[in-house]
């Protein structure tokens, strides 16, 4: 639905895009994640038609950006960051407007319009002035003129931005029932917002794209392996002997002695996160290792990190990689508390 091939955009003072590649089938959802100046709102205004690219090549629906500007924007419904709205319309006057604008036949603009206004929950202010309208009245106002004429792609620039909670909560649902009938590219700020809404996800940094999958795809890249976290009752030699026996693991590391709430085990608890890249399922492997040495695992969990985490760890890495200070990534505590110390199979785990 949606291809994106070496797209750069460049600018005489400041960076834009560069090389930038990716497609998208119909009914995805991908989420563009990025620090503030990655590239993200250049590469959707690029994809729209808004900008045109320094170099690269760019597909909607088949129709080529250079070749067939208008058939490519005909496919679109695009909200910006900032949604193109006239105060001084009422809302249902301005998505009749809208409709005209987008070529909606006048007969079916009536009833275009009803649709779009019950799809974004806007009927008990579908008369009232636009100006005179909340934020998150005014996002849900531009999220409506973004699906007059049900375009099969859109593409949503910060979405949820200035929501409240309630809010964001419909506007997430909302975006996963379009999937059935459009190809969406959104972006965010709020992490956990695009892990729950997307299917895929790219993050940009400095104008590049430096990492895309699932999320749980680059949790995997990051962890190269399964990662788990254990809490097992015991001497912390018997535990650490036994990590150290198990050929399947990469490394681990000491997470610490816990209390245990009832105080009536004479054994200590600790804690130890261990990773592999076995294609086996490390869970098993382990309650099999401990059962047979009779420790106990009172607690195991995956412990992939979080779309934050990623996040930290392969932007902060861009910024070292681009030359810039070992202490300006440090800065970051969220880095430094997303990388657990590691130590390899032959260390001692602590």
């Known amino acids: 639905m949606i291809e994106v091939e070496n797209v750069s955009k460049l600018y005489p003072n400041e960076k834009g895009v560069s090389e930038i590649s990716f497609s998208l089938k119909k009914g995805e959802i991908l989420g ?40 490519v924007r005909r496919q ?3 909200l910006p960051e900032i949604p193109p709205l006239y105060p001084e319309m009422n809302v249902q006057g301005y998505l009749e407007f809208v409709a005209g604008l987008k ?53 949503l620039d910060e979405p ?3 929501l409240d909670p309630k809010q964001i909560i419909e506007i997430r649902n909302l975006i996963k029932s379009l999937a059935q009938e459009h190809t969406v590219i959104l972006s965010s700020h709020i992490l956990p917002e695009v892990n729950m809404i997307c299917e895929r996800v790219i993050i940009m940094d400095q104008g590049r794209l ?19 976290e254990i809490e097992v009752r015991g001497e912390r030699e018997a535990i650490t002997g ?26 200590p ?12 399922d490390l869970r098993a492997r382990l309650f099999s290792a401990f059962a047979q040495a009779k420790l106990t695992i009172l607690e195991m969990r995956s412990a992939n990190l979080s779309l934050e985490e990623i996040f930290l760890r392969l932007t902060t890495q861009e910024h070292v990689e681009e030359g810039q200070a070992p ?5 970051r505590p969220e880095a430094s508390a997303a990388g657990a110390e590691r130590s390899s199979k032959g260390g001692n785990g602590e």
């Open 242 to 267: 036994l990590l150290q026996s198990i050929p399947e693991l990469n490394d681990w590391s000491y997470g610490g002695e816990v209390k245990n709430p009832w105080g009536t085990e004479a054994q």
């Open 76 to 78: 679109i419904g695009y």
């Open 160 to 162: 949820t931005v200035g």
């Open 103 to 155: 070529g909606v036949p006048k007969q079916a603009v009536a009833k275009e319009t009803a649709r779009v206004v019950e799809i974004t929950g806007l009927g008990d202010v579908r008369f009232q002035l636009i100006g005179s309208l909340s934020k998150g009245y005014k996002q849900r106002t531009g999220l409506a003129q973004a699906l007059l004429n049900s375009p099969p792609v859109l593409i």
């Open 32 to 71: 563009l994640l990025g620090p503030n100046g990655a590239g993200k709102t250049t590469t959707m205004r690029i994809i729209t038609g808004y900008l045109y690219p320094s170099g690269g090549s760019v597909r909607v629906g088949g129709y080529d950006l250079f070749e067939q500007p208008l058939a």
């Open 269 to 280: 608890n600790h804690k130890y996160i261990v990773t592999s890249q076995s294609p086996s």
């Open 210 to 228: 430096v990492a895309m999958d699932t999320p749980e795809g680059l949790s995997h890249q990051i962890n190269k392996g399964q990662r788990v």
């Open 327 to 331: 202490g300006q990534a440090e800065e």
